[in-house]
Every structure is written in C-alpha cells, then in structure tokens.
C-alpha cells in the first residue's frame, strides 16, 4: 500500500488512465497510511475519508465509463485548512474558526473537485496562516515526516508534512512571505507560489490582501504542473486576478536548459544573510548541475535582502491587521499567543510607513524587472538552514536568518522551491527559482531539469513504527 | 503615534492584551521600527513616478 503512496500524479495519472490502477484502490491506501501514521505526524486537522471514498468511487465509475477529466482524476488531494469547503469546516487552526462551516468551495477548492481530485482532508496550519508552531490551540502543530523531532516550517506545515510523508499526493498551500516554499523546503517537496493573480484567492481565508498566493505543494515541479493545469484561471470576481493566456504547464517542461540565463544574488546569502554552509554548499552544486544542463550563470545585483523583507512586512502587518481588527479587538483570547502578537503588530505601523512601504515596492518590482531582461530566472536558496527543533522557529529565524521567499511575494513573482540534497543530519535542503511575471512554466520548467538530474526526489522519508505506535 | 509607548497604542487601538502580548509587542516595536526606516527614503513627489491604484479596467 506504501508503494502507491509514493507514486507521484504524473505516474499515478498514467496507471489511473491505462486502468491498471483504481482511484478506490489508492485512495484506501492512503486513508490506510493516514490511519497507521499521522497521530505521529499532526498533518491533519480533518480527514474526510467518506467524503473521499464517495470521490473515488466516483472518479472511478466516469473513467470507466470513458468520461476522464484528466490527469488529477481520481488524484488523492489535501487542502490547508484555510480554504474553504462547503459543508466541511473551515478552521484556519483556530478555535476562533473551530466551528466556521462554509457555505461554498473556495474557487480553487472548486477547481479542483471539477478536475476529478478526491479530498482526503484539511491540513494543519500556523494559525491564519501567521501564527508560527504554536501549542496553544485546539490541535497540535504538524511535524516533520524526516524527523519528528523536527518543525515542518509554515504556515503551510500540515500540506508539506502530508506530500513529503506520503499521506496526500499533492495538496495547496498559500504564500504570503514564503508559506508554500518554507514547508515545501523543509518538508523535502516541490512547492510553487504563482505569478500574483494567476489562481484566485476567493474562499481562501486572508492575510495579506496584496501579498497572499494559493498554489500547489507536491513531490515534484511534473506535479505541480499538472496541479497548475486546473488551478490557473480568471476570476472576475477576485480583483487581483489577471486575465492572461494559460500555457500548457506540462508541455512546456524538458530536460534540456540549453542557452537558458540563470541570474544569481550571491549577495543574498553570502552576505544578507547568515546561510549555513550546507545550504550554501548545495546551492553552489545546484548551479554546476544547471551548468552541466546546458544553462549560463550570471552574477546579479539587487537590493538587499533586508530592504525587501522590511517592506514585505510592513504591508503584510498593516493588511493583517485591518483583516483581523475587529476579531482581535472583540475577543484576543480565542486567538493563540504567537497569531496575536503578530497580527497585533499592524497596530503599530503608521499609515505613512504603509504608504512609503508600497512605494517602495513599486520601485523594488522594477528593480527586478529590470534585472531580469538580462536573464530567465533567479535561483537562491529557500531557507538558510535546514529545520531546526519543533517550536524553535522563532528563536531560529532573525533578520540575520531570514528565509529567501519574501522578497518574491513582494514583487508577485512565481517562485518555486525544490529540495537541493540533505544535511549531514538527513534534513532536506533546498533551493528556490524565481521567474519573470506568467512565466510559471518557465519556472517549473527548471525546477523540472534539476529534479531529472539529480536523485533527490528518489529519497523518501521513512517514518518509523515505533514512534508511529508511541503517539497513537 | 511615534510618540506613544507601546502600550499606549495598542490601547488606542481598542486592543486589551495579556501582558505578555505587550512586552513581546514592545520588542517587536523596534523592528517596525527599524523597517519603517528602510521604506522612509528621500521620496519626492516631483521626481517619482506615479503612484496610483488601478480602480478599473475598461
């Protein structure tokens, strides 16, 4: 039953349409695998499972009727539990929202149902997608599937743990300064933040109006691609959303990367930021592995990372409170510490530091832009370090530790995390690709030709008995 | 408000928080302070480009 957990969509897809593989079938193995090991692993809030068997049952009765919707019918999915389902409750990991029952999918959600996915459940999260790993609320903080002992990242935590410990083929996160690739990184799994307005946030509880993505989480770039094949689409009716063609994100990927300019802010990490040694070990091997492809490494200039990460949090403060004044105002005690205290710091911002915050981002988007006529993409690490102890975030994490990712969500760029090897403690590492606005595929497209090259994505966590026996 | 202390503003702001809540806020006060400082560039209107907010599309 293990085995077809660990297969991925693209493989999956091909059995599922060659009829050798059932969508009843896998999903029971899933719910088996949910069942024997997530007490241990806390990436649930919810397990839908009859919902899911009446999903599987489904897709299986349309595929043999010849009616397939495509490579996610009958594809295992979880949800963080910050998007909406109608008629199953929508939490955000709250006991603020402990009894918030939607009335509609979120559009995504929705997108996802017409494609064939079965919904397995909905997944840990920092609390709003902001809290950090908190012991404070109405369920535990997910855990690492590579060492239990260790924190996911987030706020997407429970969707990494998921994917990466084969309990969900794929799941969705949302990205407001790093949510999809931080978790993505830590957890060993490929996560994408969309081009800003390319998969609409409606029914996606908020953060950060301006700053706030959904996108795919899974074990490879392939994945995602075919996750952004039914994810990406207008939606009037969320007005960040553009109106663009929609590539064909699965066609567009291939092994070759010749003649492909890959820009790099070594600045970043060798001198913004404190990175560890391994991260920046395996970043330097990454690049010699895109060399090998047939790319050109260019050494870029931006602004530093600081100014980037400032301005990010001073929007991304000041939209989070203006969210959550009213709850924060009316009852602070439903809310776990960490939540608060962030949330609470949009208090504190002035309105002309908001103002000069997102002028500043006007000048910081054409920076990039800028920089990026002379190459295709951007590559960086995602984290500066592997995971650190759960809980330990906080102390962890400094302005001289700060992730790679929120400059990104900064200029709405897509950007892409996959796992670039292991530290010595058996801990994934990982690197992040940036690409110019709707070049999604582009992006996945490169993070496709690494994942071929290279044998990281033929590692899986093994998750022991014992501690799987202990917590139950 | 520059000139209120911490928890002075969090109580104009209608926010009645445990202690705790304050004293981490009074910490954190620095690094918004720190990024408010970032942001405050020599901005002029005169030079800059427009600032605007799409309202509509046609």
């Known amino acids: ?472 | 408000m520059a000139d209120l202390s911490v928890d002075r503003q969090l109580a104009a702001a209608g926010l009645k928080l445990p202690p705790g809540d304050v004293e981490k806020l009074a910490a954190l006060a620095a690094d918004l302070a720190a990024a408010a400082a970032t942001v405050r560039r020599d901005w002029s209107y005169l030079t800059e480009p427009v600032q605007a907010l799409r309202l509509w599309k046609k």
């Open chain 1, 1 to 472: 039953m293990t085995d077809l957990c660990f297969l991925t969509i693209a493989e999956a897809s091909r059995q599922i349409a060659a009829r050798k593989l059932s969508p009843v079938e896998l999903t029971r193995a899933f719910l088996e695998r949910i069942e024997r090991y997530d007490a241990g692993l806390n990436a649930y809030i919810l397990v839908t499972a009859d919902k899911a068997m009446a999903d599987a049952r489904r897709a299986e009765a349309e595929i043999m009727a010849g009616r397939s919707r495509g490579p996610l019918h009958g594809i295992p999915i979880a949800l963080k539990d910050i998007y909406n389902t109608a008629g199953i409750a929508t939490t955000a990991h709250s006991a603020l929202f402990k009894d918030h029952v939607p009335a509609e999918d979120a559009v995504t959600t929705r997108l996802l149902a017409e494609a064939g996915t079965v919904l397995l459940g909905k997944t840990a999260t920092w609390e709003f997608a902001i809290g950090g790993t908190s012991f404070d609320l109405p369920w535990p903080p997910a855990r690492n599937p590579w060492n239990p002992k260790h924190d996911p990242g987030g706020s997407s935590s429970g969707t990494g743990a998921a994917v990466a410990a084969g309990l969900a083929m794929a799941g969705m996160g949302t990205d407001t300064g790093g949510s999809i690739r931080f978790p993505a990184a830590w957890c060993g799994i490929a996560g994408l933040k969309p081009t800003y307005g390319l998969v609409s946030r409606r029914g996606i509880l908020p953060l950060s109006f301006s700053l706030d993505h959904g996108g795919p989480m899974c074990w490879t770039s392939e994945d995602c691609a075919l996750m952004m094949q039914a994810l990406a689409a207008h939606d009037p009716l969320d007005p960040g959303s553009a109106d663009v063609p929609i590539p064909d994100f699965a066609a567009a990927l291939s092994p070759s990367l010749k003649g492909l300019r890959i820009g790099v802010p070594r600045h970043f990490w060798e001198t913004d930021v404190d990175c560890g040694a391994e991260t920046k070990a395996a970043i330097e091997a990454a690049l010699e592995v895109y060399r090998a492809l047939g790319a050109e490494i260019v050494e870029v200039t931006l602004s530093p990372l600081g100014t980037y990460n400032d301005t990010g949090t001073l929007i991304s403060r000041s939209e989070a409170y203006a969210i959550h004044e009213q709850y924060l105002t009316r009852t602070p005690e439903l809310y776990g510490a960490i939540a608060r205290q962030r949330i609470s710091m949009g208090a504190l911002v002035r309105a002309p530091d908001y103002v000069n915050a997102l002028r500043l981002r006007g000048e910081l988007i054409r920076e990039l832009a800028a920089v990026m006529t002379t190459v295709d993409v951007i590559v960086t690490p995602t984290t500066p370090d592997p995971a650190p102890l759960l809980g330990e975030v906080a102390a962890f994490m400094s302005k001289r530790k700060s992730l790679f990712s929120r400059a990104f969500n900064v200029t709405g760029s897509p950007a892409l995390s996959t796992p670039s090897g292991f530290s010595s403690d058996g801990l994934p590492l990982s690197m992040q690709i940036v690409g110019r606005p709707f070049q999604d595929d582009l992006v996945l497209k490169v993070g496709h030709a690494y994942e071929k090259a290279t044998a990281w994505r033929d590692r899986r966590p093994v998750i022991a008995e014992p501690f799987a026996a202990a917590a139950q």
